[in-house]
Every structure is written in C-alpha cells, then in structure tokens.
C-alpha cells in the first residue's frame, strides 16, 4: 500500500499569483481531507470529501481556495490571488469510513510548503 | 466548542527513559475519538495511536500507549524507552463530531527532545 503523495513539496510564488496543489490518497480509501500549518501551530481543517462529494468546508476556505475531487480519487486545491497570508505547509490525509466505523485515522501526506513573496 | 490543549511546548528526556506528553480536550459529544500523531522536521504527520471515548481499556501500540482518564478529559501519550529517532514535534487530536471520518481538530503540539 502506497501512502498519500502530494506535488509539489515546494511552491515558492509571488503575491497575486494563482497556485494548485494535488494530493493522492491512498487508493481505496473513501476519504480525503485537507488542511493547512502554519509555523508553531498544529493543522487546521479547511476541508473533507467523500468520493466526489465535497462534504464540508472551514470557514478558513475563503472564496480564493477552491478544492476539488472530480472523479473520487485525486485532489486538487487552488488558491487565487496569492497572499502572504497563505504562506503555510497545505497537508492532505485520506481515510476509509464505512458502516460507521469509529476508528476512522487519517493517514496524512508529506504537504507541500508553499511562500508567497 | 471542542478543544484541545497541550500545555508543555518542549520536553527533554534522556534515550532509554519513559515520557509522558499531557493533552486535555474539551466536548460535550459523548462520543469521540482521540489521536496522536508524530510530526518529525520533514513535516509528514505520524499516526501513532487512537483511542475512541467508550473503549474501556487504554490504547497501546509498541512502546506507546494512551492514558485515557474521561472524567478529567485527559488523553495523554506515554513513550516507553524514548529513542533519539523519537525526537519531533507530537500533536494531540480530537475527532470534531460523533461521526467517524469528520475532520480533526488538533493542539498547538508538544516538541520532544531526546538526548543520548
């Protein structure tokens, strides 16, 4: 089993610019999340699919991020118009949920780290 | 609002020693899981060990094990015979809701140093 992969590790970009990340979840798993880090700070949520279905959103996501999941397995996450701002390490996790299933761990990727100049 | 608070920004121990890293949460769902992951400075984030909030007995995986106390809403990780590969920044989390699969909310972490 490979494990959740995301490209690129690092994005160094300038202020204004648009980004996109991709994140590959463990195949087979039904779940994929995002979340963002700042430096000194655990993750914080922004946002979880199920298959395609994008089941809820942080209000951290402002209308300049937008993730999608077209087709249940990869995902990508945009950020418009670059800020400072959004100078974070983005992490993606996947998991498996079925019938209700309570040990439901997510299992995270590498991140990318991304700067805004 | 859930919450979680890990309240010792840095501990030191010595390899071969036992650690324990404090997490308290905060809910008022009956029912919630808790985790802890390992986040070493290559930034990818460790599942260590789970703990759900009926399970009787304390989670144990290898050298960790959880110390689940529910009436004083502590979750704490306990590392057996510390490693210097143990050395990294550990995360104490909360599953946000009943449901299984909902998003995480995590504390401000707790650095580890091991020493030889």
């Known amino acids: 089993d490979t494990g959740v992969s995301q490209d690129p590790r690092h994005k160094i970009t300038k202020r204004g610019q648009n980004v996109t990340f991709r994140c590959d979840p463990i195949?087979?798993?039904?779940?994929l999340y995002w979340y963002r880090q700042t430096l000194g700070q655990g993750p914080e949520f922004l946002t979880y699919?199920?298959?395609?279905?994008?089941?809820?959103k942080s209000r951290l996501l402002s209308d300049r991020f937008s993730a999608e999941r077209p087709k249940g397995s990869f995902s990508t996450l945009e950020i418009q118009r670059t800020e400072q701002g959004d100078s974070a390490m983005y992490l993606c996790?996947?998991?498996?949920?079925?019938?209700?299933?309570?040990?439901?761990?997510?299992?995270f990727g590498p991140g990318t780290r991304l700067t805004v100049l | 609002a859930q919450k979680i608070t890990q309240t010792q920004p840095g501990m030191f121990v010595q390899e071969k020693e036992a650690v324990t890293l404090d997490c308290t949460y905060d809910t008022s769902d009956q029912s919630y899981g808790l985790f802890w992951y390992k986040q070493p400075s290559s930034g990818e984030m460790i599942f260590l060990i789970y703990q759900g909030s009926y399970d009787e007995q304390n989670a144990t995986e290898g050298r960790y094990s959880l110390n689940f106390q529910k009436a004083r809403k502590s979750a704490n990780l306990v590392i057996s015979a510390s490693q210097l590969g143990d050395s990294a920044m550990y995360f104490c989390a909360m599953r946000e809701g009943k449901q299984a699969g909902t998003a995480l909310i995590f504390g401000k972490g707790t650095t580890l140093s091991v020493s030889s």
């Open positions: 996790a996947s998991s498996l949920v079925w019938g209700g299933r309570a040990t439901d761990t997510q299992y």
């Open positions: 195949s087979e798993h039904n779940r």
């Open positions: 699919f199920q298959n395609e279905a994008q089941l809820e």
